[in-house]
């Protein structure tokens, strides 16, 4: 089993920059995908970023160019560094991790934009 770690997340005024991180422990495979989704209040969760182990790299539209998600497969953990930040950004980012055997979610710290 994973068991994910997460950090960061509160309240900051838009045009501010928050970064998460996430640490994946216990039995970890070399190839896995390291994610962050995103819920807005009212609204269906949603794949914001997502990297593999291997360095492949996907944004949500609404966030290119001002997030940017790294990870050190050395330490299994994956970061998103999110610049410019703007209220419709306001959510609970969720953490994932996927592997050929299983999918983990960690408990989503609330991220908070104001005007």
């Known amino acids: 089993q994973v068991h994910l770690v997460e950090s960061g997340g509160g309240v900051v005024q838009a045009g501010g920059s928050l970064r998460l991180s996430c640490a994946a422990f216990?039995?970890?495979?070399?190839?896995?995908?390291m994610n962050w989704y995103r819920q807005a209040p009212g609204k269906q969760r949603e794949l914001v970023a997502s990297?593999?182990?291997?360095?492949?790299?996907n944004y949500a539209d609404s966030v290119k160019e001002r997030f940017t998600i790294s990870r050190d497969n050395a330490k299994n953990t994956v970061y998103l560094q999110m610049n410019s930040l703007k209220p419709e950004d306001t959510g609970v980012y969720y953490c994932?991790?996927?592997?050929?055997?299983?999918?983990?979610w960690g408990t989503g710290p609330l991220v908070t934009v104001s005007s």
């Open positions: 994932n991790f996927r592997d050929s055997s299983m999918t983990t």
């Open positions: 216990g039995s970890i495979r070399s190839n896995n995908d």
């Open positions: 990297k593999s182990s291997r360095g492949n790299t």
